[in-house]
């Protein structure tokens, strides 16, 4: 039997989408109707967070933190300015995959728009991943001082990655530390750039001063501060001379500190300032 080339063709088939239009077209309808700023959700088999853009936000926040600053003669102390808003958004983006594209274990981008972004859980399906500080502050309460030690070493180790790699972080409180399910640690949270309004090494020192003041009161309560000192020495030597220099001017300026209580009369806050002190004097 002959088939004319004038017979009628099949409709074609529709092809499934792939997996980054399934991700933009999630993003796009998570947008308009996710109450909150950052949200765990389910694709398929896959869970992912979306962030949303918040308000921007006004300079007059960070005001007060220059002030203190040019008192104290503290470079680590300029302020970082984070915009808010869509600014904010496009920033933690841009951080994220260069971060990644340097080897350094963050969230991946899966998805991103103006108004916000899709990312990957660092976990499990359905399982939450802890911070750091929250792992750290568990071995302190197991009385597990060699936990301690080992899961700080951990954070330093995490900020001698990155700072090799030529980046610094954000915030690099414990607390913007992730402990991955295989025992690895991710960073978290980018949506200001030090690096963009500070020289590299004074970026590298507020690091270190971020991770100080987080984790340090967690060395003293186990008992562990000596040791910690001992190590944190090790690190800081591995730095860059610059960086060593701004920590040691830091230090330094910041001597006031060893006159604070080190019990909890003052607050948490204050005793977490004079356990940082201690660990790097």
């Known amino acids: ?12 088939k529709a092809r499934p989408a792939g997996p980054q239009a399934r991700y933009d077209a999630f993003l796009q309808a998570r947008l308009v109707d996710q109450p909150h700023s950052v949200m765990p959700h389910r694709l398929g088999d896959e869970q992912l967070w979306i962030k949303r853009a918040g308000a921007p936000h006004g300079p007059g926040r960070y005001r007060a933190m220059a002030l203190l600053a040019r008192l104290l003669r503290l470079e680590v102390l300029r302020p970082v300015p984070n915009p808010g808003g869509e600014a904010a958004i496009a920033t933690e ?67 001698a990655r990155v700072h090799r790699q030529g980046a610094c972080l954000s915030q690099a409180f414990a607390r913007n530390l992730v402990r991955c399910p295989d025992g690895e640690v991710a960073c978290i949270d980018f949506e200001d750039d030090p690096a963009a309004v500070l020289p ?17 009161i967690y060395l003293h309560a186990s008992g562990t501060l000596d040791e910690g000192r001992a190590r944190w020495a090790a690190w800081a030597a591995q730095g860059s001379a610059e960086m060593r220099a701004v920590l040691a001017t830091s230090t330094r300026r910041l001597a006031w500190m060893r006159h604070l209580p080190a019990s909890r009369k003052l607050g ?7 356990a940082a002190y201690d660990l790097l004097a």
Not at 1 to 10: E, T, Y
Not at 200 to 216: E, F, M
């Open 1 to 12: 039997m002959h088939l004319s080339n004038d017979a009628p063709h099949a409709p074609p």
């Open 93 to 159: 983006v841009r951080r994220l995959r260069d971060l990644a594209a340097r080897g350094i274990r963050v969230p991946v981008v899966l998805a991103a728009l103006p108004q916000g972004f899709a990312m990957r859980h660092l976990g499990r399906v359905g399982e939450e991943t802890h911070s750091l500080g929250n792992e750290i502050d568990h071995a302190v309460q197991a009385r597990d001082p060699a936990a301690v030690l080992a899961l700080w070493q951990q954070g330093l180790d995490t900020l």
């Open 200 to 216: 590299l090494p004074v970026c590298h020192a507020r690091d270190a001063l971020c991770y100080a003041h987080s984790t340090a």
């Open 268 to 274: 948490r806050d204050l005793q977490r300032v004079r």
